[in-house]
C-alpha cells in the first residue's frame, strides 16, 4: 500500500505551473504494440493525459510535457555537459539592448507541419492572444515588464497593443519597461511559443482540444490521442533540426497505479520513471536501469481560498499552516524522500545568483515558535470574523483524483488537522483531471492538498508572482495590498540586493502575515532510466518531465 501511495501522490501533485489530477487507466497493456512496427525506435514513458494542446493554457504535467515536444520557441531548454541551458531554436540568435529594454530575435528558416513558414507574426499574434482576458493565460504574469502590459492588464489598453512586434517575417521584437535579468529563460517557456492566427481562428473554442485542431513546429506531432489513456508522438518530417532526432515515435501512456507502472518498467513496456525510496532497491537490483538524479526546484502546497467565510481571517490560516506535521507527512506520503518546506521559494531558487533561501531562512519555523497556542489562534481569527469560536466549523479538502490512495493520504491530513485544532475536515475528491484543473480555474473549492508547481525560470518571481491580485494563476483568489507594492517593486528593480530583500519581505507575508498557501516539501526529482535509452534528460527548468529531442533506443 504504502508503495502504491507515494507514487500515486506524486503523479496526482504533478504540474508544470499548475497541478495534475488522475483518473482511471484505460488500455495501457497493450500501448507498446499499437506504437512499434519494426525496426522503429519508441520511446516508451508516463504522461499521456493532456487536457489541451493549447500552449496559452495548457498547465497541466501531461499538456506541459507533449506541448514542449510538438511546439517550439525562440529557444530550447537542453541540458549540456551537466548544465542546463538555452540553445537557439526558432531563434538563430538574438541581442538585447545596451540598456536591456529592447531584445531583439532573428528567426531561422523553419515550418509548421502543414509546410507553411513559421514568422515573427505567428509570436506577435501568440502574445496578443496571450494577454487577452478571454485566454485567462497563467503567461500574463511571466511578462508584465512587456510595454503596456500592465495597462492592459488594467484594462486601459488592448492586447493588441502589447510590446511585441515584427519588422519583417524574420525579426521578433521585445520592448521592456525595464530591464529584466531572466528575461531569456522565460521566452523558453511553451507560454511564450508561436501560434498560427488562422489556425486558432478556425477551431475557436476547441483549439487544442484535438490532434487536429493545432499544427506543430517542435521536433515531433500527435500522431494519436486517446483521452484518459495515452498520446502517441511521431517524427516531425517538417522538423528544422529533424536530423537531430533519433526517435520514429514516443508513447506516452497514462498510468494511475503504481504498482502497474513499476511492473511496465520492469517489464520493458516503460523504459523509465519517477523514482521513489520504495521501489529503488527492486528497480535497481535487475540491473537494467540506472538512477538519474535531476535538480528540480519544484514544491507541493494547499491553496487556500480566501473567498471561504472560514478562510478569510489570516489567523485561521496561519493556524491551519502550522497545524500540519510536515516531518510526519514527508515521512509517511513519501518516505521521508524529500524535505519539508518551511517556505515557499526552493532551496534552488537564486535571485540573480544570489541564493534566496540562505536569506529567508525557514519563516513558518520562525513563526512556530512564536505562535504555540494554535488552538487560541484559531479561535481568535474566528471570532473576529464573527464565527462562534464554540462551535466547531467544517472546511472542505479537495483531493486531486478518487483513488483509494489518495483517500489514505487525504484521511492522515484530516486526523492530523482535527486532532490539534476545532474543526472537521471533510474531503472532496475530483473525478479525473479535467474536473482537478476546472474546479480551480472556477474558484470551486475551498482549499486543495499536496499540489504542485515546478519553476520554469530562475528567479524567486516565478512563484512569487502567481499570488499577485488578479493573476490568473492565483486560483485562491489571494489579494494584499502590500505583497503587491513588493512584488511589483522588486520587477522595476534591477538590484540584486534590493530585489531579495523585497522578495524576501513578501513571501513572509504570504505565509505567515496573510498566509495564500501552505507548503508541505520541497520536490526531488529521480528516475529510474532504462540502460537501453541514451541522452533522456530532465533540465531544471523544464517542469516536471524529460526532454528527448536527442535522446536514443538501442
Known sequence: MKKRLIAVLMAVAMVGTLAVGCGSNKDNSTGSNDAKSADEKVLHLEGGNPETLDSLTGTGGDSVGVIREVMEGLGRFVKKDGQDVLEPAGAESWEPSDDGLTWTFHLRNHKWSDGEDVTAEDYVYAFQRMFDPDTASSGVEFFLSLENAQEIVDGTKKPEDIGVSAPDDKTVVFKLTKPVPYFEMILGSPVAFPQRKDIVEKYGDQYGADK????????????????????????????????????????????DDDTSAMTMLKNGELDAHTANAKWEDEIMATGDFDLVEAPFPAGMRDIFNVDTPLLKSPKVRLALTLAKDREELNNTLFDGYYEPAYGWIMPAITCQGINFREKAGNPLKEAAAQYTDLEALFKEGLQEEGIDPNEKPTLKVLLGDSSADTQTAGELYKNEIESKLPITIELESCTDNTDFMQRRKDGNFEMTFLHMNGAEYDDPSVFLNMYLTGAAANEGHYSNAKYDELIKKAENSTDAEERLNLFVEAEKIMLVEDPAISPTVYWNQNFFVSKKVKNLTAPAWVPLGFEYKYTEVE
Open 212 to 255: 487536429d485542431s493545432v499544427v506543430y513546429n517542435g521536433p515531433f506531432i500527435v500522431d494519436e490521442w486517446t483521452p484518459g489513456s495515452k498520446v502517441i508522438l511521431a517524427k516531425n518530417d517538417t522538423y528544422w533540426d529533424k536530423d537531430s532526432v533519433k526517435l520514429d515515435k514516443v508513447e506516452l501512456l497514462y498510468i
